[in-house]
């Protein structure tokens, strides 16, 4: 189910999480075979008194899609790990939303995040839905 057609799945489950980021980047959100995952929303907590940097990135993406071939600016394949944030400022006590619009993930697709001076110097707010086509 590489790129199903989402108006034929078989469920769709609501989630959400609460995730302590690890200073070293690491998978967040993996995709299943068989399942599609929408991105929702994505909120970053600064819970220190020093201005902390947040980086979150996909791994896995596709460069094509159903009726499409996407190519970056030089004419060549688009990014399969980019970035959504690069060592990204999150302001002390303080949280910013990241995602804010969807994003979906495919099987094997990986959302992975870090940051923080120190392990557990942000909390990270996650919501999404798993379209499962088993």
Known sequence: MANPNIV???SIYFQNAGIS????????ITVDADKVVKINSVYVCNTEATDETFTIAFTGIGTTGVGTTITDGSGGNALSTPNITSSTSIPANTTVQIIDNPIYMMEGDVMTAGG????????????????DDA
């Open 8 to 10: 034929n799945v078989s």
């Open 21 to 28: 980021v690890q200073s070293a980047a690491e998978a967040i």
């Open 116 to 131: 923080g001076t120190s392990n557990d110097d942000l909390e990270m707010f996650v919501s999404w839905e798993i379209f």
